[in-house]
């Protein structure tokens, strides 16, 4: 464990527009029983999750616009946590649009309820699942401590 290590940090701000955006857009998959915008939204999770969130055009659109017009906090979190919460995001909205491109919709709408459901937590409320999933991961030793180190000792917000 290297506890000199700084961990990365997110405005929460950009955080909880770029789940607002996951709510718009999930509700209108919904709505419209459009697999296709689960694809999407499951490819600027990937940007986010697994590449760098600098070329998610959520994250562009949060930081560029969204942020600074929403009432939310500009307080500074951990960024790796929801790294974690938005590889959850690319597998709920791929099994969601993989679903959906396959006829079977009832299932797309089922699992983009889910996603739907995380991101109002989030966008309204704060709370982050794929956060304390990711803090209970590490305090069972199923995810190393040096990958969070404040996750380990601190509750995540």
Request: some cysteine; hydrophobic content about 55%; proline content about 3%.
């Amino acid at each position: 464990m290297n506890n000199n290590k700084i961990p990365e940090r997110v405005k929460e701000q950009n955080v909880r527009t770029i789940a607002l955006q996951v709510v718009l857009i999930s509700t209108f998959a919904i709505l419209f029983k459009q697999p296709i915008l689960m694809l999407l939204l499951s490819a600027d999770f990937i940007l986010r999750a697994l590449i760098n969130s600098k070329y998610s055009p959520l994250a562009i659109i949060s930081r560029k616009f969204l942020a600074d017009i929403l009432p939310f906090r500009n307080k500074i979190i951990l960024l790796r946590p929801k790294k974690f919460a938005a590889s959850i995001g690319v597998i709920l909205s791929l099994a969601a649009g993989i679903f959906g491109l396959i006829g079977q919709t009832a299932i797309m709408i089922y699992i983009t309820g889910i996603l739907l459901t995380f991101s109002v937590l989030e966008t309204f409320f704060k709370f982050c699942a794929g956060c304390r999933i990711f803090s209970i991961l590490i305090r069972l030793n199923i995810i190393s401590e040096d990958k969070c180190i404040d996750c380990s000792v601190t509750t995540v917000e």
